[in-house]
């Protein structure tokens, strides 16, 4: 018996150092490899530095019209070679972007608070149609002359449209014609028939993703919306790196101090505690990477909290069972009793801190959501590394019989 679980004892410890030590340090085999969760982290604009914008699009917009409207921030941003941006819908009507390493945040608001342009200019240089003349555009396949199937983009064209480009498509015949968004040319198609039903096709496709691309940008550049600027922000390039250092400083100095203090107080209880605790911190950071949460200052706050919140868990179970000891029952009697009773203050107290962090998540905005995710991955996990690891941990430990001496469990 004792054998038997000090061998599952040891496996645990084994299993978790090793996922321990590939989540921090990656692993490759082969074709195969797994960056570190570190890799897979986004740090939020406070930490890194860069220009925060909110967006709003004026006058009744619908779902698909933002996101055209995301479609055509997003085309921008890549133009601007930002890394790691983020650009999502908040709310009905507004895009929050958030674009690290900026220097010049005038310049890129400037830049992103255009109304997108689309134009088809003949060779003459005058405009043939704009977006509000395309009514759709899609990439499809089409099989050629010789049975080859090749990806092609799509045009349907309203009425103006339709007209403007049997005119354009007779007099440039053989000529190309210019698809311009926001002054760029992003395809420049030669003109081989003329159309006069309003449907064309565009081929010269190298493949479907660029055919896809093609007609995403089409029709985004056809949404008939003005997106103002509503809200702005710019942290400076040295806040961001002092702050992530302070925040990791407190943070490893937190965990070594809550883990002293649960060696000090619980003895062998508050060892199980402390690997427990670091199997929780492990559970938080794969959570992160797999979740792609924004780790920015109030997140780190809010995981610093659920800390303190696992710490907290542990505590109450370990407080009933040193009472159960004091009363003279024995060690396994005293952990049965302590993590039966322990659970219910211990989902009562977790619930009662979930549901607050569950408004904040779905009424706040910003920053308190980042706080918010952060705490509430937090406390699932610390629920789950306090009852069901330091559970199955401290049993083991107890079946192994190392000593009857109940002072080694706190009493």
């Given at each position: 018996m004792r054998s038997k679980s000090a061998v599952k004892f040891i496996s645990v410890i084994i299993i978790a150092a090793v996922i321990a030590y590939i989540a921090f340090f990656g692993i490759k085999a082969g074709n195969y490899s797994i960056s570190p969760v570190q890799d897979n982290i986004r740090l939020g604009l406070d930490l890194r530095g860069g220009v925060y914008v909110l967006m709003q699009a004026e006058g009744n917009v619908t779902s698909d019209a933002m996101s055209r409207a995301i479609a055509i921030i997003r085309n921008r941003?890549?133009?601007?070679?930002?890394?790691?941006?983020?650009?999502?819908?908040?709310?009905?009507?507004?895009?929050?972007?958030e674009l690290p390493g900026i220097n010049n945040p005038d310049q890129a608001i400037k830049f992103l608070g255009q109304t997108a342009q689309l134009k088809f200019v003949g060779p003459d240089g005058k405009v043939i149609l704009t977006g509000a003349d395309v009514k759709d555009s899609k990439a499809i396949y089409e099989t050629d002359q010789t049975g080859v199937q090749q990806p092609v983009v799509t045009l349907v064209l309203n009425d103006k449209g339709t007209k403007a480009f049997a005119d354009a498509?007779?007099?440039?015949l053989g000529q190309p014609i210019k698809i311009m968004l926001d002054d760029k040319v992003i395809s420049s198609p030669n003109v081989r028939d003329v159309i006069t039903n309003g449907n064309a096709v565009i081929n010269g496709m190298q493949n479907f993703d660029e055919a896809k691309n093609l007609a995403n940008l089409i029709r985004a550049g056809s949404l008939p919306v003005t997106l103002k600027q509503v809200e702005y922000s710019s942290v400076g390039a040295t806040l961001g790196p002092s702050a992530l250092k302070a925040s990791e400083e407190a943070g490893l100095y937190g965990v070594i101090l809550v883990m002293l203090f649960m060696i000090a107080f619980y003895r062998l209880p508050g060892v199980i505690a402390d690997i427990s605790l670091g199997i929780y911190i492990l559970i938080n950071f794969i959570l992160f990477a797999l979740l792609h949460v924004t780790l920015d200052l109030p997140g780190i706050a809010g995981m610093l909290l659920s800390i303190g919140i696992a710490a907290d868990a542990s505590i109450l179970v370990f407080e009933r069972m040193k009472e159960e000891l004091r009363a003279g029952k024995s060690i396994r009697a005293s952990l049965d009793y302590g993590?039966?009773?322990?659970?219910?203050?211990?989902f009562d107290s977790n619930i009662n801190t979930l549901i607050a962090a569950f408004v904040l998540f779905f009424m706040g905005a910003g920053t308190v959501k980042g706080f918010a995710l952060t705490l509430i991955i937090g406390v699932i996990a610390s629920m789950f590394t306090a009852m069901t690891v330091s559970r199955f941990l401290l049993k083991t430990l107890v079946e192994m019989n190392l000593t009857d001496n109940k002072k080694a469990y706190g009493a």
């Open positions: 941003v890549d133009s601007l070679g930002v890394t790691q941006p983020l650009i999502v819908k908040q709310g009905s009507n507004r895009i929050r972007i498509t007779q007099k440039f993590f039966k009773k322990g659970f219910v203050t211990v």
